[in-house]
């Protein structure tokens, strides 16, 4: 029990980071710019919001298969598969919390009022001092929310990580499926615990969230 | 240095239709509110879109014909507007030095004495009065020594005697940077006191009314037309 909810916890952290990196650029790209193919884009970073997770999984699961272009090349590099792995589960979640990052992270790009951002150009920053001194201080309480949203999100995979992991013990049982098969065994009490315990992770990652909405962490907005 | 404009735009109803050549000096620009000033200054900054030909510090900043725009960025400007968009989560010192390499403290000291705000270095913009903010704004404009100058009623908060002060202090950093200034003012003291050249415009038209140094009277607006 103890293990599945270690795996989870790492599986979130590891999800969490990942995604703080991918989403930033996807972010400023749907916040600033207007490009052919932006609604598309869009779209796909909101799918995993309405797509039942089994079907997330089942495409995941075709793309890292181990006869797979991704499933081979992987192989080829780490001596192990894809599928059925924690690297491979890490893939799915990525992609299952992408709109949870993306989303918070983008409209707290929004809310920059566009006199920063004009001040940033006429006082010559490059666009990577505007990222790091101007956009991402500016837009740090859309930041924190993203990842506590993401962390949870993530905690809370059941459909996704069941169809792409496979519940191996030690390896790829999460506690949320480890949750469903002690309820199975009738093992009430440690059942209980567990479902406890990732209420409680999910109760504190909420309550962040709130928080840093009421007192607005993003300057964009007011101030 | 020679600079030189002749530029066109569109933004909403006001169509801005300017041209005019100037040197290293302090250039004043009047006109009713809707004329266009502001207008001009973003389209010199390259924050608005303009098309025809713009040539500044030796350097082409547009050439519509050619299709060639350099962003605000790469145009080493000092601006300062209505809004003095100063980084709530910064000092006043680090809004001064966002984006430099490393901190001219001498410079930054002398300039910080002169634009009188000293005493505000380590606030954070929420402490300052406006017309504090207006003239850390100011002095972030010219710590970079840019190669123009384009301020936007950069005195209107401030209070009369204050104004009387900066008025001079700015004139004495212009003519020590030989940097070209154009500067919107309402204030007829401002003109008085600053202007080498002034410019009027009207329904979005820079008229270059008064030339002091050769008292010629032309429209810029018809010559264009």
Known sequence: ?223 | MKNRFQITARLGALELLAEADFSDEFIMVSGENGAGKTTLLRCLAGLEQAQGQLMLAGRVWLDSSAGFVLPPEKRHLGCLWADTALLPWLSVEKNITLGADRVDQIWLTRLAEQLEISALMQRKPHMLSTGEAQRVALVRAIYRKPVILLIDEPFSAQAPAVRQRLRSALKTIQAELQLPVIMVSHDAEDARVLADQHWRMREGRLMTEINQQHGVIHDAGERLA
């Open chain 1, 1 to 223: 029990m103890l293990e599945s909810l270690v795996i989870s916890l790492q599986l979130a952290l590891v999800t969490t980071i990942i995604l703080l990196l991918l989403a930033l650029p996807l972010a400023y790209l749907l916040a600033f710019k207007t490009f052919t193919g932006r609604t598309m884009l869009e779209v796909v970073v909101a799918l995993p919001l309405v797509l039942p997770p089994t079907v997330l999984g089942y495409f995941v699961l075709l793309m890292i298969a181990p006869d797979s272009t991704l499933g081979r090349a992987w192989s080829s590099v780490f001596d192990h598969s894809l599928a059925f792995s924690f690297s491979g589960m890490v893939f799915a979640s990525v992609l299952y919390s992408l709109p949870f990052a993306v989303q918070p992270m983008q409209q707290a790009l929004r809310a920059i009022p566009r006199s920063w951002l004009e001040m940033a150009s006429t006082q010559g920053l490059s666009l990577s001092q505007t990222l790091l001194q101007v956009l991402l201080p500016a837009a740090r309480g859309g930041v924190l929310v993203a990842a506590a949203l993401s962390f949870a999100h993530t905690m809370g995979e059941f459909g996704v990580v069941l169809m792409v992991g496979g519940s191996i013990p030690g390896e790829t049982r999460v506690a949320s499926i480890a949750l469903f098969e002690l309820v199975e065994m009738q093992q009430h009490s440690d059942a209980w615990l567990l479902a406890l315990i990732l209420m409680a992770v999910s109760f504190v990652m909420l309550s962040l969230v709130y928080t840093v909405n009421r007192q607005g962490l993003n300057f964009g907005a007011g101030k």
